[in-house]
């Protein structure tokens, strides 16, 4: 069964600086992985998605995602961090070549931006 | 609406009680999923409804949930005899299709059950 970790519930960083949050991924089969953003008060907004295609995703507000099957990896990154980037980020991974394939999320890392 | 909607947006309920939450999907779309976020957790598979077919109830943690849905319209997700550990936020989402992978999920706001 697949399954992620999220390194890291809390994750500062100044406003400007990068933002690396990592996640690592367990998979029998080729994976689908995914980034998830959930802002104050709101629902949960995709941000990015790996399916196979191209190794580095391009995601909404700036954001990208390397896969990196060496390393079981799909780190999410930010060139420069805006105050308005302050939110709970999900790494998921799915299995689509399994026939019982659901989504499964990592626990959440939570973003600050330090002005 | 636009969007998938969620009521109530928050429940206070004592030990015990029964509780039905609500989910209205995107228009068209055929999966409906229910997931569960406590407190420093990740988010946790419930239930999963596409089309026609048999829901997937794999992740129902005890006899005390089960979750309806009426054609590819709304579901209602209850909780009877309430616990204390059942304190969480419910997250519902759709997507058009159901494929896990292709497919992406959006997501209500989600109802804060708080269980007293």
């Known amino acids: 069964a697949q399954s992620v970790t999220q390194l890291g519930s809390h994750v500062s960083v100044s406003e400007g600086a990068l933002v690396l949050l990592r996640c690592n991924y367990s998979s029998s089969v080729p994976p689908y992985l995914f980034w998830y953003v959930q802002y104050p008060n709101q629902g949960l907004q995709l941000l990015l998605k790996?399916?196979?295609?191209?190794?580095l995703v391009k995601g909404i507000n700036g954001f990208e995602a390397e896969f990196k099957k060496s390393e079981t990896s799909f780190h999410l990154t930010k060139p420069s961090a805006h105050m308005s980037d302050a939110a709970e980020y999900f790494c998921?991974?799915?299995?689509?070549?399994?026939?019982?394939?659901?989504?499964?999320f990592g626990k959440g890392t939570r973003l600050h931006i330090l002005p | 609406g636009a969007g998938v909607s969620q009521s109530p947006s928050n429940k206070v309920t004592e030990k015990g009680k029964d509780v039905e939450l609500r989910c209205d999907p995107i228009?068209?779309?055929?999966?409906l999923y229910w997931y569960r976020q406590r407190l420093g957790q990740g988010l946790e598979f419930l239930i999963y409804?596409?089309?026609?077919?048999?829901?997937?109830k794999s992740g129902l943690p005890s006899d005390r949930f089960s979750a309806e849905r009426t054609g590819e319209s709304v579901s209602t997700l209850t909780i009877q005899r309430t616990q204390q550990e059942d304190s969480a936020v419910y997250l519902c989402?759709?997507?058009?299709?159901?494929?896990?992978?292709?497919?992406?999920?959006?997501f209500g706001p989600g109802t804060r059950l708080t269980v007293l």
């Open positions: 409804f596409q089309g026609n077919s048999a829901p997937d």
């Open positions: 790996y399916t196979s295609a191209a190794t």
């Open positions: 228009s068209g779309h055929t999966a």
């Open positions: 998921a991974v799915s299995e689509p070549m399994n026939r019982d394939d659901k989504i499964i």
């Open positions: 989402a759709s997507s058009l299709f159901g494929l896990a992978g292709e497919d992406t999920q959006y």
